[in-house]
């Protein structure tokens, strides 16, 4: 009988219960159209394709005429397996421009991601002076993770609040650049341009907000419904805060 009842509600509301539709885009006020993602031996991939992932579907989605490069050092494929170990088990990602490409010309770039992993300290001499050069030219930057961590050595973080990974958080903070306002419950968290997510899967939760942010709030619901992703209400709604003992 009670079934009965909510088929009969679900036959006169097709409207408030039809299954999501593909929302146009309208906000087209210069959208960023040239999109970096910073990668260095020993990324985590899920940092970089937690954010990477959502844009190619986006960008396909809406066929935005956007582009993407994948910025390192070297133009030679970067490997999830830091250089300092032994490790077979790995994947390589192709490379399509260099730091110095980017900073010994005007070369367009508009959002940057950084992604974190284990490879932290042997990236940073590079990626720190790379990300301080490009930075003027930005509209956003996208850190996961200790990508936080790579994009605090470019002072670009001083004075303004970010977050990270909070696995070790306490001994991680002897290291962390005292200049930023390292914050915690934290999914993520933005200031001015910079938005920064905590561990990798924090990273879908902090693109689709920067997505609503950018291209509209519909956008970004669509997209998590796509994904079947059950997203954070807001950016403190943290449930790892209190897991790793805050
Ligand atoms: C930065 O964090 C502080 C709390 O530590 C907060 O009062 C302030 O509004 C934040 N600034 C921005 C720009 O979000
Ligand atoms: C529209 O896009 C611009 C450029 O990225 C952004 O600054 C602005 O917040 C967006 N507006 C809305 C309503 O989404
Ligand atoms: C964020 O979400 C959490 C969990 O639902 C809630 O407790 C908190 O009040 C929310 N904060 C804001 C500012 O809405």
């Not at 088929?7 to 906000?27: D, H, R, V």
């Not at 002076?129 to 996961?144: A, D, E, N, S, W």
């Not at 470019?154 to 002897?174: E, F, H, P, Q, Y």
Request: proline share 6%; with cysteine.
């Amino acid at each position: 009988m009670r079934a009965y009842t909510l088929m009969n509600l679900l036959g006169s509301l097709p409207a408030a219960f039809s299954a999501p539709q593909q929302p146009p885009l309208t906000n087209t006020s210069a959208l960023p159209v040239h999109f970096g993602l910073l990668l260095f031996p020993g990324f985590v991939a899920l940092d970089a394709y937690s954010v990477v992932d959502i844009l190619n579907t986006l960008s396909l989605k809406y066929n935005l005429p956007a582009t993407f490069d994948v910025i390192a050092e070297k133009k030679t494929p970067v490997s999830t397996i830091p250089s300092a170990s032994s490790s077979t088990f790995g994947q390589s990602v192709v490379v399509t421009a260099t730091y110095d490409e980017y900073l010994t010309s005007e070369k367009l770039l508009d959002v940057l991601i950084v992604p974190g992993g284990y490879g932290i300290s042997s990236a940073i001499p590079a990626a720190a002076p790379f990300i301080k050069g490009v930075y003027p030219r930005l509209q956003y930057v996208l850190t996961v993770c200790v990508g936080a961590f790579i994009t605090a050595e470019s002072g670009i973080l001083d004075g303004r609040n970010a977050t990270v990974s909070k696995v070790n958080w306490k001994n991680k903070m002897t290291r962390a650049r005292k200049e930023v306002n390292w914050q915690t419950p934290a999914r993520w968290v933005t200031h001015d341009n910079i938005w920064t997510a905590s561990a990798a899967a924090s990273g879908v939760d902090m693109v689709l907000a920067w997505i609503g942010h950018v291209y509209g709030k519909p956008v970004a619901d669509y997209l998590g419904y796509e994904y079947e992703f059950n997203r954070a209400r807001n950016s403190t709604d943290d449930a790892f805060a209190e897991i790793w003992q805050f």
